[in-house]
């Protein structure tokens, strides 16, 4: 990774897509700090993809700034989602079968016996 001219702003790289690992390589080299709000063993992280950042990719901050990215936690780990089961909803297409009007003289089904 090459290191930026020290100057007193620098932009922000995107990090969106990457792994933890380059995440960090990445705004090391640009001089900037990196947190992740939502893991509190960043330094530990290794192949975590990150999902989103703060301040978006082009910002322009002063060097040193503090990157806030959080991280998708892969199957099975974390996330709220909902708990209890839920029936499935019933879809408003399809093809549905008509009912007859009550009383019609003109009913489907089994003839007089």
Not at 46 to 63: F, I, L, M, S, T
Request: net charge neutral.
């Amino acid at each position: 990774m090459r290191t930026t001219p020290a100057t007193p702003e620098v932009r922000v790289p995107r990090l969106v897509g990457l792994m933890a690992v380059d995440a960090r390589e990445t705004a090391r080299a640009r001089g900037l700090l990196l947190s992740a709000p939502d893991r509190q063993d960043l330094p530990l992280a290794v192949v975590d993809h990150v999902v989103r950042q703060y301040p978006q990719p082009g910002a322009e901050v002063p060097r040193e700034s503090m990157v806030y990215v959080w991280f998708d936690l892969g199957p099975g780990d974390g996330g709220g989602g909902i708990r209890e089961p839920r029936p499935p909803k019933r879809s408003g297409g399809g093809l549905r079968r008509e009912l007859d009007e009550p009383g019609d003289p003109c009913t489907v089904g089994p003839g007089p016996s």
